[in-house]
């Protein structure tokens, strides 16, 4: 057996069960190799593509996924991608052929890439070794929530691999941080008159006890965007923190006199620069990664351990029942009941008239990817979602180009679910490739643009101070009619009206994806613009 065999297996025996890629001659045997051991293979039609096709499905899933591409440019193609994963802390290994050679044309240093952009790097560097080398960096996908660069160099894929060392092993479950300063965090909640809970990916899957918790001291509820769900149907959910909140719920966060985040960052997003912490609130953080307490702003407490076992402690220890925060009226906190004037005419429709009558139209289990851009807000905001497996956020890049490699990892990780793809037309034009690899998938996936003709940030942010748009804004494109050249049905929508054709299809056996090109009103930012701008 040679290396190249020898790695693939060791891979999925770690845990790998999804490959994403493009194959070339130097991943075409490590790429088999996973197949031959049990791994699904998806090939995409562009290396960008398909590393955050691999994000999206590690993030929906729950597992590690693995990204394969050719050495030198398979690698460059893919950094994009890689780089969201990594700002992400995904749990992925990228499987890159490497040569060592400078005067290969393929030659590039794919150590320095993979430092530049937070990935880790690592290689295997012998026969002897290259069983134990995959099976660790798989390992540390998992255990530190990394994104691995596994590279296997040309010469040392065709060397045979000892007997002895052929033999992968699975990995054993990591074990839940034990969390301190659990008797501070204690005293502070059985103290606190309005208290709110922010969770972030931290605490994705500990809805149960995060809510006991919150009944028992009386506190309200919120996410991260990438947490949105989570709450979802609870009473006391005031939807997405920061951003993207609402002004009731902006209101109901800014009054807090205790903010615990979960497993959540508490970054300039989700406190919209600290605007939504009071000055004398006090602030929490409870996270398995000692690192991240504090990295963002200043906390009074940072509790180190895993986010459901710091949270049934506490709930264990609390005593009785606290009213809390919840002696107010919430009202409504969602997007959708804030009243607007609805700009649509009879050539463009609002984007969030759009957004409310697809939330009406869709399915409730769903699973919605967001592209980047002046749009996101609208379906961020406005679509609700079923629980913390509903939003794929792929946007700590905030690079445009990533919503509909999203979907698809999503879609793949949540098969019983419609998938729908929210993007801009820059977006939807940059990754219209990946729209062969939805038909070629057979995915049932509604795919929105909300098409402005511009790179619509850009036209709202230089042009109130009279600078000149050319290089920012676009003739018309039809991209219905690129979907239909894929194989999708599509339609062109510029009024409610023109949306009874996504009904027909969603009513109907959806034996084709469907496009749907919104030519949408372009004359407002969306409201959360200038924040991403202060944020750059």
Not at 424 to 431: E, I, T, V
Request: with cysteine; aromatic share 6%.
């Amino acid at each position: 057996m040679i290396v190249a065999d020898a790695v693939g297996r060791a891979l999925v025996a770690a845990g790998v069960r999804q490959v994403f890629g493009v194959v070339g001659s130097g991943n075409f045997h490590l790429t088999n190799a996973m197949v031959a051991a049990g791994a699904r293979f998806v090939a995409a039609r562009h290396e960008g593509g398909a590393a955050t096709m691999a994000d999206a499905y590690a993030r929906m899933s729950g597992t590690v996924a693995a990204l394969t591409v050719h050495q030198g440019c398979g690698l460059t193609n893919a950094m994009t991608g890689i780089a969201e994963a990594a700002k992400s802390r995904t749990p992925m290994v990228v499987v890159a052929a490497e040569v060592l050679e400078p005067r290969s044309n393929f030659y590039v240093d794919q150590e320095a890439l993979a430092r530049a952009v937070g990935a880790v790097p690592v290689r295997i560097t012998s026969a002897e070794t290259a069983v134990a080398e995959a099976r660790d960096a798989v390992a540390t996908a998992v255990r530190e929530r990394r994104t691995v660069l596994l590279n296997v160099p040309l010469p040392v894929q065709a060397l045979e691999v000892p007997t002895a060392a052929r033999q992968p092993a699975e990995l054993p479950s990591p074990e839940a941080v034990v969390p301190d300063a659990t008797e501070a965090l204690l005293e502070l909640l059985q103290r606190a008159e309005r208290p709110v809970f922010v969770a972030g990916r931290g605490a994705r899957v500990h809805r149960d006890v995060l809510e006991a918790l919150a009944d028992r001291s009386g506190a309200l509820l919120a996410t991260s965007a990438v947490a949105h769900g989570l709450f979802h149907g609870n009473p006391w959910s005031l939807g997405i923190s920061g951003g993207f909140a609402s002004p009731r719920t902006a209101e109901l966060i800014r009054a807090a006199d205790l903010i615990v985040g979960w497993g959540c960052a508490l970054n300039m997003w989700t406190m919209r620069h600290g605007q939504l912490i009071a000055p004398d609130a006090t602030v929490v953080q409870v996270d398995d990664d000692a690192s991240a307490l504090g990295a963002h702003r200043e906390i009074q407490l940072g509790v180190t351990g895993d986010v459901g076992l710091t949270a049934r402690l506490v709930l264990e220890a609390f005593g009785e029942q606290r009213v809390g925060y919840r002696n107010v009226e919430l009202g409504s906190v969602r997007w959708r009941d804030v009243a607007y004037d609805d700009t649509s005419t009879a050539e463009r429709i609002d984007p969030r008239t759009l957004s409310i009558v697809l939330d009406d139209l869709l399915p409730t289990e769903r699973v919605v990817a967001v592209d980047s851009g002046n749009f996101m807000g609208y379906p961020s905001a406005y679509l609700s979602v079923p629980d913390e497996n509903g939003l794929c956020f792929t946007q700590a890049f905030q690079s445009i180009g990533l919503g509909l490699a999203t979907a698809i990892g999503a879609a793949l990780a949540q098969p019983d679910r419609l998938p729908v793809a929210a993007l801009g037309d820059g977006g939807a034009l940059m990754s219209a490739a990946e729209l062969d690899t939805v038909r070629r998938l057979g995915l049932p996936m509604l795919v929105v643009v909300y098409n402005d003709d511009a790179y619509g940030a850009e036209v709202h942010h230089f042009g109130p101070d009279g600078h000149p748009l050319e290089t920012v804004t676009f003739p018309p494109t039809d991209i219905a009619a690129i979907g239909r050249g894929y194989g999708f049905e599509a339609a062109t929508v510029r009024t409610v009206e023109d949306l009874a054709v996504v009904k027909d299809w969603l009513n109907g056996p959806r034996s084709a994806p469907f496009l749907v090109d919104a030519k949408v009103v372009a004359d407002q930012p969306s409201w959360w613009l200038e924040e991403a701008f202060r944020g750059h």
